[in-house]
């Protein structure tokens, strides 16, 4: 039997190396697939603990953390997929006439 979490572990590895081939090795390749992979992860486990919790200081102080994580997510995501769109626009300019 697969264990889940290490399917989506694998899934996101063999992401974030597409991705680092496509930008011509143009990022930290270990940063990203330490972000993609283990954020989501931390982001649910808070989201479980917002639910749960009863207090309105610890639940606005759980809010602030989870929306911090979307948003680094989010644009550690949107830097490498930039990267892979400008190293292929690049090419697709200036290698059109060789």
Known sequence: MINPLTVYRRW????VNRLYLLSGYGFNRDFVAVIATYTPIIIVA???AYALTLV???????LM???VLLIDYLSVLMYANARVYVRSS??????VNT
């Not at 690049?90 to 290698?95: I, N, Q, S, T, V």
Request: hydrophobic letters at 50%; glycine letters at 0%.
């Open 56 to 62: 309105s200081t610890v639940r606005n102080a759980l």
């Open 46 to 48: 808070l989201m479980v």
């Open 12 to 15: 996101v590895s063999n992401y």
């Open 65 to 67: 953390v989870i929306i």
């Open 90 to 95: 690049h090419f697709e300019r200036y290698l």
